[in-house]
């Protein structure tokens, strides 16, 4: 459960973090799930979900990645392997801050 520990750390994606220790992805994504599953200890608060709206013309970004848009505009490019609760905590904290 460590190295679990060590990827939440360290803002990597799961790719990333598993290619720079020279695990298998399914590997570092099993141990992740049962940290998780496990808890630790810690209540984060629950995951709040916010109106989006699909734009019918793609912003200029790099290809493949994701674009969020909060609220007051502020834009986050994340690539489509990117640890989805890690950007829900992301957009979350941006969206507090905003306010």
């Given at each position: 459960?460590?190295?679990?520990?060590?990827?939440?750390?360290?803002?990597?994606?799961?790719?990333?973090?598993?290619?720079?220790?020279?695990?298998?992805?399914?590997?570092?994504?099993?141990?992740?799930?049962?940290?998780?599953?496990?808890?630790?200890?810690?209540?984060?608060?629950?995951?709040?979900?916010?109106?989006?709206?699909?734009?019918s013309a793609p912003a200029a970004s790099a290809p493949g990645s994701v674009e969020v848009v909060l609220v007051g505009g502020v834009r986050v490019r994340v690539s489509p392997d990117a640890d989805v609760d890690y950007v829900a905590r992301l957009v979350a904290a941006l969206g507090r801050t905003a306010c």
């Open positions: 459960m460590r190295v679990a520990e060590e990827y939440e750390a360290s803002g990597l994606t799961q790719r990333e973090f598993a290619g720079r220790r020279g695990l298998r992805l399914s590997t570092l994504q099993s141990w992740v799930y049962r940290r998780r599953r496990q808890g630790t200890g810690v209540a984060e608060p629950p995951v709040r979900l916010l109106p989006v709206q699909v734009s």
